[in-house]
């Protein structure tokens, strides 16, 4: 049985204008994950990656780098995170330089990450840098830019010709019904697509059967399952804070291992719903002892959860056969596939040889 794997990609790695002026010039995700340090005995802190180094991804060989490590152990394709700011984008160029060089070979899709950008790295909607302002009319200035410059990719990733399309957080759009209706009219009409392949994300418990906004799928966003299950604070955090005493430990503390057994026990709805695993998830690299740790994970575990997935993975069809995995290089939430000091290359590995299980599986 046939699988795509589809693997989260951040275009963060490279200094923007913007940044420069909110964060400090020359500033990426990098500058965080440089700087982190553990805030307890065992915290994983500096993850300091190996192979492909601090890349920079304006650089062709990085992204082509990035692309090859990641076929070469089973990954199928990538789904960039795409911003967009009322015919502003931001975090561009790596996305750009692919459309216009052709490459790196790898099939690919886009995810708006349609959140405020704030300075609380959160998508709350305090410190405000950059709004979304949602309209009709930027709704059609969006869905023609797509179709007309990134759609007609031949690498762009498409059920049964229609290129699919994922919406970070549907449920912040005034209208998410009316939003896919305008996309969809204008693929149709104006460019001559089949149609669009519209998804959305479970992200902050966004929970529902997508057809009722007029959606064709919802697809699990796997750290958000992992930041869910808090372990019980220490005696000694409890009386800490009740003498105001600076704690020694990161009281926001998840469990992995009871994320992975919730989501393989999971009862899988009747709506299209596409599985996600994530490696791992510790944002402290950018919020310090304000950010949440999850424990318990290990290339091990990972391998236990995606294993699981793809033995009970449901195949709706020929083309809709997605499996995601979040992430590829989020190393400031510390959930990368990519190689890292402490493991290497193990979760690398591990994701292609529970990949390869799939011949074993008949389709469900």
């Known amino acids: 049985m046939k699988i795509r794997s589809i693997a989260f990609v951040l275009p963060q790695f490279h200094p923007i204008p913007e940044n420069d002026l909110w964060w400090g010039k020359g500033f990426t995700d990098w500058t965080n994950v440089i700087k982190a340090e553990p805030l307890f005995k065992g915290h ?18 990085a992204r082509e780098a990035q692309a090859n490590l990641a ?3 089973g990954i199928y394709g990538f789904c960039y995170y795409h911003y967009w700011f009322n015919s502003k984008r931001l975090l561009n160029y790596p996305i750009d330089e692919m459309l216009r060089l052709k490459k790196p070979d790898i099939p690919f899709m886009l995810c708006w990450a349609n959140e405020n950008w704030t300075r609380r790295w959160d998508g709350k909607d305090q410190d405000i840098l950059i709004k979304q302002n949602y309209s009709s009319d930027d709704d059609k200035d969006h869905i023609r830019w797509l179709c007309k410059f990134v759609f007609t990719d031949k690498r762009y990733i498409k059920v049964n010709d229609c290129p699919v399309f994922i919406v970070y957080r549907d449920e912040l759009l005034p209208n ?14 104006e460019f ?4 669009l392949y519209l998804c959305t994300t479970e992200s902050f ?6 057809s009722l906004i007029n959606f064709d799928a919802s697809i699990e966003f796997a750290p958000h399952q992992l930041i869910r299950h808090k372990l019980k604070e220490s005696f000694f955090n409890k009386i800490c804070c009740k003498l105001k ?14 994320a992975v057994d919730l989501s393989l026990k999971r009862k899988i709805p009747s709506y299209k719903l596409y599985r996600c695993v994530s490696p791992s998830f510790d944002n402290t690299a950018r919020k310090n002892t304000n950010g949440v740790i999850v424990v318990k994970s290990s290339p091990r575990q990972y391998y ?23 992430a590829m290089n989020e190393w400031a939430e510390g959930n990368h596939l990519e190689p890292c000091k402490k493991y290497g290359l193990s979760y690398l590995r591990l994701t292609n040889k529970a990949l390869k299980k799939t011949a074993e599986v008949g389709s469900k």
């Open 44 to 61: 994983y802190q500096p993850r300091i990656p190996t192979m492909l180094g601090y890349y920079d991804l304006r650089q062709e060989v």
């Open 71 to 73: 076929k070469k152990y």
């Open 176 to 189: 998410a019904k009316e939003t896919a209706n305008i996309w969809r009219e204008i693929a149709v009409k």
């Open 192 to 195: 001559g697509f089949k149609g």
């Open 205 to 210: 418990r966004n929970v529902k059967d997508p």
């Open 245 to 258: 005493i600076k704690k020694r430990e990161v009281l926001n503390k998840r469990d992995y291992r009871k």
């Open 304 to 326: 236990r959860w995606l294993k699981g997935i793809v033995y009970s993975f449901r195949k709706y069809s020929e083309d809709e056969n997605f499996l995601f995995i979040n």
